[in-house]
């Protein structure tokens, strides 16, 4: 599973040689460094005017490592969608901060999902979660300013040609028609039975509406045509689908140590999940074959978008 | 305490007589009506895409009625600003969405400072608080939803030169260098002794920051020259700290069934308030006080601003 860039021997400034093959987790880590010194520039930049105590709990899970999925998926689809002469260049600033501002939502739902009065959880990407640490009143404060970062720094620091469309498709996937809503769905489909549809409507809603809008965040950033714009959307929303069943495989199949959260939490809960409504095997095959739909969506596209082909199977082939 | 606007009788479409003159409650009335109405409208576009019980929630926090008084200090800076030619028109889409989205952020900040975890209130605009009849996990996710939506309809449906310049704005007062920093310290000044420069402080950031912006806000909205923005914005400071301090006066001086909220409060959490610190008197002194420096703010400014006038007045002598 390795991305071959292209025929030239140039390095850009990202670090990417043009010809150089990169391994899915060596891109996933070259892109989460590179975000992750994009937020520390952000928040830097806020911190003199925030209480000390609110910039440690905030700093505490937007930096706390984590896969970096989203931002990664933005930047390379902005890499698939980017004109050829500018692949030398670094990811443009825009570009950056829609990975950066995705993950900022991210981190804020993973904080207020973690809530006692949510999910209840006590560990999440290896430590204790942010209400352990700094008390329920602080985690509900983190989150809700992670969010208002998050447009904040899109509205500050892209192209004010873009800013809107980034910032209206972000509000969007993370809102109540989005995330949050299928959050809603999550806890109200608890110990009752679902259909495989209405469960697929949560996982669309919940985890599909972001993964989806990284790929279209990073599409809009690079000026991409809307046929591109389309053939992303439709990869992301396969690919979307098919990680959350192999989430909820690796619920079952893991250990807390491996995924560094709790496990077998889902079937605690009452949740409704794929290996529960369709059994192991038949989740298995679901998540394949929603993956080969979300590689097909990108057949008009060249290998450009070999990082987004590749990283889409890593995400089904994953044990984390 | 009577608004005159001007010398015709011309009647705008949205209900002001250009020589009518306004009472501050008929004002609010009226500016409230008019942003609810645009509310209705903003989440209605929504709605069949949102789980209708997150429907409900929000409905029931954000239309729960509420003083408005955000939104008509929008659409009174608006009116100060904007080109006399342009009175008799209602005001724009821009300023009218700049309304609703602070008052989407204002019923955010209610319904989390209302949960158990932050101030645990059961009263709120003379209702059970959102947590009490939806329960706590549905509260959190209602205020996020109100969040992202007051981004969404600004990036969506605000004049695309200056959605920007409004969204960074809001976004920056409610978040941790404002609204949500205000509320980290306030809940880490209880029970300990502080200045009356440290209050002052708090103060600024919990509620002076999100009033301010809301004279920006219409400032902005009307293309106000940078004189005009700067007049609003100091403004907006001191009469947000009127603001505050009488809010403090009021939690001791009045009864839950005045307020529709619970009372003394404050002095049950061990919170700083003006009165605690310098006592009522000269509580009610430095109120005046505000007021006046607020009032000689707007010096410059015509008497379209006199609606902005009356309101400072109004919200310094206000008895609930």
């Known amino acids: 599973m390795r991305v071959r860039a292209n025929a030239s021997k140039s390095k850009d400034e990202g670090g990417r040689m043009k010809d150089e093959t990169f391994s899915v987790p060596a891109l996933l880590q070259q892109h989460g460094e590179t975000v992750t010194q994009h937020l520390k520039t952000m928040l830097a930049r806020h911190a003199s005017e925030v209480p000390p105590r609110l910039v440690e709990a905030i700093e505490y899970s937007v930096l706390a490592g984590g896969k970096r999925l989203r ?8 890499r698939a969608c980017a004109p050829p002469s500018t692949l030398d260049s670094p990811p443009s600033t825009s570009a950056l901060t829609a990975a950066a501002a995705i993950e900022l939502v991210h981190t804020f739902s993973l904080v207020h999902d973690d809530l006692p009065a949510m999910d209840d959880d006590d560990l999440r990407r ?13 985690a509900i404060l983190a989150g ?17 040609a873009i800013a809107t469309a980034l910032i209206r498709e972000l509000a969007h996937s993370s809102g109540p028609a989005g995330m949050i809503g299928g959050q809603v769905l999550d806890m109200a489909g608890e110990n009752q039975p679902l259909s495989v549809e209405q469960l ?7 985890t599909g509406a972001l993964l989806t809008t990284s790929c279209r965040l990073g599409a809009i950033a690079a000026g991409a045509a809307s046929t591109q714009v389309s053939a ?8 979307g689908l098919a990680f959350q069943i192999v989430d909820d495989i690796l619920d079952v199949t893991s250990t807390p140590q491996q995924l560094g959260k709790g496990t077998n939490k889902d079937a605690d ?22 993956l080969q739909i979300a590689i097909d969506a990108l057949k008009q596209m060249d290998s450009q978008a070999d990082g987004l082909r590749n990283l889409a199977r890593f995400i089904v082939d994953r044990q984390t």
């Open 200 to 206: 697929k409507q949560i996982h669309r809603m919940k």
């Open 71 to 78: 931002p990664t998926l933005v930047l390379e689809s902005f």
């Open 269 to 290: 809960r009452g949740k409704n999940t794929y290996p529960r409504l369709i059994g192991l095997e038949s989740s298995r095959n679901e998540a394949q074959r929603q």
């Open 232 to 239: 992303l959307t439709e990869f992301g929303a396969h690919m």
């Open 126 to 138: 290896g430590r204790p979660t942010n209400h352990k640490v700094f008390g329920e009143a602080m």
């Open 144 to 160: 809700d300013a992670m969010i208002t970062l998050a447009f904040e720094i899109l509205a500050a620091e892209c192209e004010p």
